[in-house]
């Protein structure tokens, strides 16, 4: 099992030279995967929870591309019914081409109703266009008769989310459910992968309860939610240290030392 992390590319901390030591951290620690965040327009409702900058996330990624060496780069998730289908089939084959393979593109249908106002998108219809757009990714792909084409992680895990990863998905990539939640569900559907992004906050105290969040305690907590993925299933766990303060952005050396913490331990465990 892999294990990514999803870096910040939003908030009054977040800067060209913060963003490169995230990609240098990220990769010196032995992670196999970097992923950012997708806004477009940074209306109220998304200023409230990712505030400026928000930095575009195929832009940010083709720049981190060229810093990194085998990292792979991705989205969680791409907000799809944003942009139209052949720009996003084009930006995301040219990233892959251009990163040697290792752009993933993790999509989701979105849930800001001002930011879709703002770009003109129907919000009662995102998740028809996210369906319809998938389907042109996929046709797209497979006009230009490649041998190869990137993978697709598919966020949500409504009926109808996981309808949308079975039928177009390489993987199924829940954000931030619980164990038992996520274990429900993979043993009600077959999906076609398992890639979650869990939360990573170490405590000092077990945290208890059965709404705990997995990536949510202490590094044994952690670990033996990492260790349940794995057999679950999941062939990559992306770890989010976000916790929905923009001033954490500021300070990323906490998020960067229990990251340290996790791989250290993990790989530990599974030498």
């Known amino acids: 099992m892999q294990l990514g992390v999803n870096v910040p590319n939003f908030g009054p901390g977040t800067d060209p030279g913060v963003l490169r030591e995230w990609a240098r951290t990220v990769e010196g620690l032995g992670f196999d995967l970097l992923m950012v965040s997708d ?5 109220p409702d998304v200023a409230e929870r990712y505030p400026e900058p928000f930095h575009e996330p195929f832009t940010t990624l083709s720049w981190l591309a060229g810093i990194t060496t085998g990292l792979r780069l991705g989205t969680t998730v791409l907000v799809l019914p944003y942009r139209d289908p052949l720009l996003v089939a084009r930006m995301a084959d040219t990233l892959d081409r251009l990163s040697g393979g290792r752009f993933v593109l993790g999509v989701g249908v ?3 109703r001002q930011e879709f106002a703002a770009l003109g998108v129907p919000f009662t219809a995102r998740g028809r266009l996210t369906d319809e757009y998938l389907g042109t990714l996929r046709e ?5 008769g490649q041998d190869r084409s990137v993978p697709v992680w598919v966020g949500g895990h409504s009926p109808a989310a996981l309808r949308r990863a079975v039928r177009y998905g390489d993987a ?4 931030r459910l619980p164990l038992d ?3 429900a569900v993979l043993s009600e559907h077959r999906v076609p992968g398992f890639a979650p992004r869990i939360a990573l ?3 000092a105290d077990p945290v208890d309860g059965p709404d705990r969040p997995a990536g949510v305690g202490t590094v044994e907590q952690v670990l033996d939610d990492l260790r349940q993925l794995r057999a679950l ?3 990559t766990v992306v770890l989010d240290p976000y916790h929905g303060d923009p001033e954490e952005t500021r300070r990323p050396q906490t998020a960067w030392r229990d990251l340290t913490t996790v791989t250290t331990h993990w790989k530990a465990a599974t030498a």
């Open 39 to 43: 806004h477009v327009a940074v209306t």
């Open 110 to 112: 979105g849930w800001a």
């Open 140 to 144: 797209l792909w497979g006009q230009q």
């Open 172 to 175: 199924w990539h829940p954000l």
């Open 181 to 183: 939640r996520m274990r």
């Open 201 to 203: 906050r170490l405590t």
């Open 233 to 235: 299933g999941a062939g």
